[in-house]
């Protein structure tokens, strides 16, 4: 059974840092691309980075390069998101999922992608 379990959001000032982490089980990491998505309150989710288990090739929406790192763990089966210069813009709440793919420089996951976490919520004060 596929599980997906976010950590290390927390309440930051502008200009800080914070790692975010996506333990995964049910599946290997190698096999699927994985992605961090988030959502603010009142707007759809987004995609903002995603990294394929099998070249590594990473990709990150515009709104984060630069500030943003995913990194990922094989042998704990858990994906990173490196977040620095945080800005009140990057509050919301964020989530892995374990399918991503990028069509005209956006990251999507299937509409009806049936295993969301619960989230973690990252909240930047000005």
């Known amino acids: 059974e596929v599980q997906l379990v976010e950590s290390g959001g927390g309440l930051v000032q502008a200009g800080g840092s914070l790692r975010l982490s996506c333990a995964a089980s049910g599946f290997i990491l190698d096999d699927v691309a994985m992605g961090w998505f988030r959502q603010a309150p009142g707007k759809e989710r987004e995609g903002v980075s995603c990294i394929s288990g099998g070249d590594g090739s990473i990709y990150y929406a515009d709104s984060v390069k630069g500030r943003f790192t995913i990194s990922s763990d094989n042998a704990k089966n858990t994906v990173y998101l490196q977040m620095n210069s945080l800005k009140s813009e990057d509050t919301a709440v964020y989530f892995c999922?374990?399918?991503?793919?990028?069509?005209?420089?956006?990251?999507?996951?299937?509409?009806?992608?049936?295993?969301w976490g619960q989230g973690t919520q990252v909240t930047v004060s000005s």
């Open positions: 999922a374990n399918q991503c793919t990028v069509v005209a420089g956006t990251i999507w996951t299937p509409y009806d992608y049936p295993y």
